[in-house]
């Protein structure tokens, strides 16, 4: 049986997987790409007033190598980043610490 955190890097990858390669590269996410992965599995996340100059710079922000496209090691900063966020946001309130599954 698998193990939280091996569920989760499961569940990181098959998402970046499920959404890369609708369009164009199967192993890259497009801006359109990005925008649905973001809107669907992230949206507590995101505004729904989120609006296309935004993501126009978090995809400029990802796009390290400026190939207009996203792939898994850029994603994966990305996610690394957001955890680091959640991880602030409960040293800042202890008593919204994740509970042990």
Same mark, same amino acid.
């Given at each position: 049986?698998?193990?939280?955190?091996?569920?989760?890097?499961?569940?990181?990858?098959?998402?970046?997987?499920?959404?890369?390669?609708?369009?164009?590269?199967?192993?890259?996410?497009?801006?359109?790409?990005?925008?649905?992965?973001? %809107?669907?599995? =992230?949206? *507590?996340?995101?505004? !729904?007033?989120? @609006?296309?100059?935004?993501?126009?710079?978090? %995809?400029?922000? =990802?796009? *390290?190598?400026?190939? !207009?496209?996203? @792939?898994?090691?850029?994603?994966?900063?990305?996610?690394?980043?957001?955890?680091?966020?959640?991880?602030?946001?409960?040293?800042?309130?202890?008593?919204?610490?994740?509970?042990?599954?």
């Amino acid at each position: 049986m698998a193990r939280p955190l091996e569920r989760a890097l499961d569940t990181m990858v098959s998402t970046f997987h499920k959404y890369s390669g609708k369009e164009g590269d199967k192993y890259k996410l497009n801006k359109a790409e990005l925008k649905e992965l973001v %809107m669907k599995e =992230l949206p *507590s996340y995101i505004s !729904k007033q989120t @609006d296309e100059a935004s993501f126009q710079r978090l %995809m400029n922000n =990802l796009d *390290s190598n400026r190939d !207009k496209e996203v @792939d898994f090691q850029e994603y994966a900063t990305f996610l690394a980043c957001a955890a680091m966020m959640c991880n602030e946001d409960f040293e800042d309130c202890p008593d919204k610490m994740p509970r042990k599954m």
